[in-house]
C-alpha cells in the first residue's frame, strides 16, 4: 500500500515501531520511527538530517525511494510528486508513516547537510540587473560576519522584501562566492517577487534568506554530463559548470538550454565565453518559435536530444526548469536509454 485513508493508518498505527534504514549516498543511517510519527519526524528527533523544506507534503525536496518495507503517506492530499512516482516506490518523508521494517534510498550524502548547513540571514542587494525582456540577475552580499557554504545546484528561500512571501531560488554562482551570490530570476506578469523586481528592487536593499537547502546536484560519478536547462532553470547549472570545469577533466559537458519564446533569452554572451574556456562543453540554445539569433535554433530542450546524447553509459543527465520540460525530457531520456538513476533533476514548481 503507497497511500491508505488516514482512519486506516490510525488503526495500522497501533502498531509498535518500526526500524527505518536510511541508504544516503555516503552510508546507511537506521532510525526507529514510533506508530504516530513520520519519518522526517522520527529522523529529526533521533538528530539525522534529511534535506526537507516545507514538512507539509508541496516542495518535493523530502523524496525518498522505498526498497523494502511498506511506507504509506494519507490519502485525500496534494502532493507534489505524482501517482506514478509514488507506485515507482517514492515518498515524501515528511508525509510518510511506516509499518513494519524498511529501506528508503537517498540520493545525497549525509555528510551534506552538516557540510552546508542551513543559517538565516539579511542579505544586501548588491546589483540588479535586466539580462533579459523577461530576467533579472540578482546578487546578493552576505554579511561579513556569517558563514555560508552550498553545493553546486542547491537554493535558498528568499522573503520578497514588503511581503511575507517567501520563495526559493537557485543560486547561479558557484560555491566558491560565499559572500556573493548570484541570482536568476525569471520577471513573471504578476507575481510577488516579480513585482518587487520589476517595481522596487534597489542597490541596498535588505533581503531575509534561508539556506542553502535542496539535493540537486553533480553526482559523484566522474564521466560526461547533458545538462538540460528550461528558462531561468539556468541558474543551477551554471553553478554546477564551475565545479565541472575543475573536476570532469577530459569528460565531455553538453549544456541544452532553451526558452519559449527568442524574447525570454539571456546569458547567450556568457554561454559563448564559457565554451571559449571550457573546451569540453558544448552549448545548445533552442526556442519554440522561429528565431533569427545566431547560433540559436528552433526547437526545444527536449526534440534537441538526440541518441548520442547519451551514448556513453557513464553519463549523468541534470535536467532543471518547468515541471512539464523536467517530465518530457525525463520520458525522452529514459526512451533513448538512460538508467533512471543517472537522471537527476530540480523541479521549478511555485514556491
Ligand atoms: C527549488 C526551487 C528553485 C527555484 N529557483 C528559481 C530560480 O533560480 N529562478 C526562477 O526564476 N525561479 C525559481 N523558482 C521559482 C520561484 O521560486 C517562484 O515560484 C517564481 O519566481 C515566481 O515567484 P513570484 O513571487 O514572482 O510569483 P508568485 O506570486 O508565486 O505567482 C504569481 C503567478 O505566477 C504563477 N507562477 C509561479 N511560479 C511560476 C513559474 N515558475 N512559472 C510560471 N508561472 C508561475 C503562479 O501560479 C501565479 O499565478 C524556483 C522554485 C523552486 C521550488
Ligand atoms: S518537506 Fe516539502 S514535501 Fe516534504
Not at 128 to 136: L, M, N
Not at 182 to 205: C, E
Not at 227 to 236: D, E, V
Not at 243 to 256: F, K, M, S, W, Y
Given at each position: 500500500m503507497s497511500i491508505a485513508p488516514t482512519d486506516v493508518l490510525a488503526e495500522r498505527a497501533m502498531a509498535a515501531q518500526s526500524n527505518v534504514s536510511l541508504n544516503f549516498t555516503d552510508g546507511t543511517k537506521t532510525v526507529t520511527v514510533p506508530a504516530g510519527k513520520t519519518v522526517l519526524e522520527a529522523a529529526n528527533d533521533a538528530g539525522v538530517r534529511l534535506v526537507s523544506q516545507c514538512t507539509v507534503g508541496t516542495c518535493g525536496t523530502c523524496v525518498g525511494r522505498v526498497t523494502r518495507g511498506d511506507v504509506v503517506m494519507p490519502e485525500g492530499r496534494v502532493y507534489s510528486i505524482k501517482q506514478d512516482e509514488i507506485e515507482s516506490g517514492e515518498r515524501l518523508l515528511c508525509q510518510s508513516h511506516v509499518f513494519g521494517d524498511s529501506e528508503i534510498d537517498l540520493d545525497y550524502p549525509a555528510s551534506m547537510l552538516d557540510e552546508y548547513p542551513v543559517i538565516t540571514t539579511t542579505a544586501k542587494v548588491?546589483?540588479?540587473?535586466?539580462?533579459?525582456?523577461?530576467?533579472?540577475?540578482?546578487?546578493?552580499?552576505?554579511?561579513k560576519s556569517v558563514r555560508f557554504a552550498f553545493r553546486a545546484g542547491q537554493y535558498v528561500r528568499m522573503k520578497v522584501p514588503g511581503t511575507d512571501e517567501w520563495r526559493s531560488y537557485s543560486m547561479a554562482s558557484g560555491e566558491r562566492d560565499r559572500k556573493?551570490?548570484?541570482?536568476?530570476?525569471?520577471?513573471?506578469?504578476?507575481?510577488?517577487?516579480?513585482?518587487?523586481?520589476?517595481?522596487?528592487?534597489?542597490?541596498?536593499?535588505?533581503?531575509?534568506?534561508?539556506?542553502?537547502?535542496?539535493?540537486?546536484?553533480?553526482?559523484?560519478?566522474?564521466?560526461?554530463?547533458?545538462?538540460?536547462?528550461?528558462?531561468?532553470?539556468?541558474?543551477?547549472?551554471?553553478?554546477?559548470?564551475?565545479?565541472?570545469?575543475?573536476?570532469?577533466?577530459?569528460?565531455?559537458?553538453?549544456?541544452?538550454?532553451?526558452c519559449s519564446r527568442e524574447a525570454d533569452l539571456f546569458y547567450l554572451d556568457e554561454l559563448e565565453a564559457r565554451?571559449?574556456?571550457?573546451?569540453?562543453?558544448?552549448?545548445?540554445?533552442?526556442?519554440?518559435?522561429?528565431?533569427?539569433?545566431?547560433?540559436?535554433?528552433?526547437?526545444?530542450?527536449?526534440?534537441?536530444?538526440?541518441?548520442?546524447?547519451?551514448?556513453?553509459?557513464?553519463?549523468?543527465?541534470?535536467?532543471?526548469?518547468?515541471?512539464?520540460?523536467?517530465?518530457?525530457?525525463?520520458?525522452?531520456?529514459?526512451?533513448?536509454?538512460?538508467?533512471?538513476?543517472?537522471?537527476?533533476?530540480?523541479?521549478?514548481?511555485?514556491?
Open positions: 548588491g546589483v540588479v540587473t535586466w539580462i533579459g525582456d523577461t530576467a533579472v540577475e540578482l546578487q546578493l552580499k552576505l554579511p556573493k551570490l548570484t541570482f536568476i530570476i525569471r520577471v513573471l506578469p504578476t507575481g510577488a517577487m516579480s513585482d518587487y523586481l520589476r517595481n522596487h528592487a534597489t542597490v541596498g536593499d535588505r533581503i531575509e534568506i534561508e539556506g542553502p537547502t535542496g539535493r540537486f546536484g553533480l553526482s559523484d560519478d566522474l564521466g560526461p554530463a547533458l545538462m538540460i536547462a528550461g528558462g531561468t532553470g539556468l541558474a543551477p547549472m551554471l553553478s554546477m559548470l564551475e565545479n565541472l570545469q575543475t573536476a570532469r577533466g577530459e569528460h565531455p559537458i553538453r549544456l541544452v538550454f532553451g565554451t571559449e574556456f571550457m573546451r569540453t562543453l558544448d552549448v545548445r540554445v533552442v526556442v519554440d518559435e522561429p528565431t533569427a539569433v545566431a547560433g540559436v535554433l528552433e526547437g526545444n530542450p527536449v526534440s534537441a536530444l538526440s541518441v548520442e546524447d547519451v551514448d556513453d553509459p557513464l553519463t549523468s543527465a541534470y535536467l532543471c526548469g518547468p515541471p512539464a520540460m523536467l517530465k518530457a525530457a525525463e520520458e525522452r531520456l529514459l526512451e533513448l536509454g538512460m538508467p533512471a538513476e543517472r537522471i537527476h533533476a530540480e523541479q521549478f514548481l511555485p514556491s
